[in-house]
T-cell receptor, first 113, second 117 residues
């Protein structure tokens, strides 16, 4: 069964304290892995798509990496405005079918000034 | 680019009534849209995949007669919650795949908070 597990469930950082969020997955052929940011009461905001092991993408203070079993979202020198829930999702490569995403339960990040 | 809107953002209704939620892709055409439900402190659960001009595909356990989906144009999909009950109260979010963008990336709307009294 395809599955996505995110850790930790919650993370509290001081402003400027770098850290990483983990997304472990099992999927019958990975088509893509996606990172989203979700603020309370809002829809997820797209951050990154990764397709193959070894791929890395960066945006401001965020950097996403991918291996064959997991992905990391590295946050460098975070600011309070980076506080949000970070969601990881995978898309499996089923023969001919859908663009269905399977989401993890997210990591709630709180960055204190 | 890749902006998805939803309307209404918040709705409160009485038990037994029907509620319609609209999802629009504002700057692109989406042949496929998705409807999710999110309960407090839980992740997104896919309810159904909406395909323009054809019937929606529902996930296991989702009642298609209760959650009616119509994808009548390339920029609009609607979800109607029929005969709503308090247990249908949730945060409903739609997404759309932008064919111009990066692979199969889905872009999400801002969500609709449904409260059934």
């Amino acid at each position: 069964e395809d599955q996505v597990t995110q850790s930790p469930e919650a993370l509290r950082l001081q402003e400027g304290e770098s850290s990483s969020l983990n997304c472990s997955y099992t999927v019958s052929g990975l088509r893509g892995l996606f990172w989203y940011r979700q603020d309370p009461g809002k829809g997820p905001e797209f951050l990154f798509t990764l397709y193959s092991a070894g791929e890395e993408k960066e945006k401001e203070r965020l950097k996403a990496t991918l291996t064959k079993k997991e992905s990391f979202l590295h946050i460098t020198a975070p600011k309070p405005e980076d506080s949000a829930t970070y969601l990881c999702a995978v898309q499996a490569r089923y023969g001919g079918a859908t663009n269905k995403l399977i989401f993890g339960t997210g990591t709630l990040l709180a960055v204190q000034p | 680019g890749a902006v998805v809107s939803q309307h209404p953002s918040r709705v409160i209704c009485k038990s037994g009534t029907s509620v319609k939620i609209e999802c629009r892709s504002l700057d692109f055409q989406a042949t496929t849209m998705f409807w999710y439900r999110q309960f407090p402190k839980q992740s997104l659960m896919l309810m159904a995949t909406s395909n323009e001009g054809s019937k929606a595909t529902y996930e296991q356990g989702v009642e298609k007669d209760k959650f009616l989906i119509n994808h009548a144009s390339l920029t609009l999909s609607t979800l109607t919650v029929t005969s709503a009950h308090p247990e249908d109260s949730s945060f409903y979010i739609c997404s759309a795949r932008d064919p111009r963008g990066e692979g199969d990336t889905q872009y999400f709307g801002p969500g609709t908070r449904l409260t059934v009294l």
